[in-house]
């Protein structure tokens, strides 16, 4: 860790324009996120409490720092700093219905057949949305798990899938979920204030860092492609990137689930049309 004299970062009056615009043109290009500057008081509250980490330096100090071919842990921060790990399990529960309804029953027919059925949970922040999708397939069909069924779980920030693999919640946010619900997903030990999803949920699930605007180390084609609220972090150019890829790795008469405030634009519409609410499926040939 690098040592820095004396803190500066005491005022908003330290985090110069010139200052955002060199981080903003620094998160565009290795995460893809858009930062206007109306976000700018939003990343000053942020990175002070790095900066305070990184022994009070300044702004100027923290975005040289950034440079550094050794701070890829540090990079790992900014991008944990700049984006909101909100969700929760069942979010947007007409998906969970979709799925269930419109893309098991060929699915699971398909597995049980011999098939190969694979789901992709893009952005899974800390995994409540790739263990409601094996949920979702578990409590259809019990047995499935014995069959060639995955699903991937990816998301840039290492410490979030960390927690996504730990597969540990609190009691208390899983407490609204229906009481069957919550019997076929958790173990929960009397008196523990947290619960772990259970091993047959765990084991349909891998999780891996992946920042979206690089490579894609793996070539699909998936059943299903979840990727909700983290297109709102790109701007328009970049999120149509994203989707023609997404659209490229569904298989024919596969499903994109996004998130209630995000459209597909771009050359994707080629190839999705829209079956529901922001949800695509992908054309036959």
Not at 159 to 185: C, D, F, G, N, W
Not at 246 to 253: E, I, N, S
Request: aromatic letters at 10%; glycine letters at 6%.
């Amino acid at each position: 860790m690098s040592n820095f004299a004396t803190p500066r970062a005491d005022s908003e009056a330290g985090f110069t324009d010139a200052d955002f615009e060199k981080l903003a043109n620094m998160a565009k290009k290795k995460f893809g996120l858009s930062l206007s500057p109306s976000k700018k008081p939003l990343v000053y509250s942020r990175l002070s409490r790095r900066l305070q980490v990184r022994n009070g330096c300044s702004f100027p100090q923290y975005l040289e720092l950034l440079e550094r071919p050794e701070e890829e842990t540090e990079r790992l921060e900014l991008i944990s700093a700049l984006t909101t790990n909100v969700t929760s399990f069942f979010r947007e529960e007409h998906h969970f219905d979709t799925l269930r309804e419109a893309c098991l029953p060929d699915m699971l027919a398909h597995a049980q057949s011999g098939g190969r059925v694979r789901i992709w949970s893009a952005g899974c922040s800390s995994g409540q949305e790739p263990y409601s999708i094996a949920a979702t397939i578990l409590m259809s069909q019990p047995g499935i798990g014995q069959y060639d069924v995955k699903i991937l779980a990816t998301d840039i920030d290492p410490k979030i899938v960390k927690r996504a693999e730990q597969a540990i919640y609190p009691a208390e946010e899983v407490a609204s979920l229906p009481e069957k619900t919550r019997h076929a997903m958790f173990d929960h030990a009397e008196g523990s204030a947290t619960v772990v999803v259970k091993k047959q949920m765990r084991s349909l699930v891998t999780c891996a860092e992946l920042n979206l605007i690089e490579t894609w180390p793996f070539k699909g084609p998936f059943d299903v492609i979840f990727c909700r609220n983290v297109a709102i972090y790109f701007d328009q150019s970049t999120q149509q990137t994203i989707w023609s890829k997404f659209a490229d790795y569904l298989k024919p008469g596969g499903h994109l689930f996004i998130g209630h405030s995000e459209r597909v634009t771009g050359d994707a519409m080629k190839t999705l049309k829209p079956s529901g609410i922001t949800t695509y499926q992908k054309l036959v040939q």
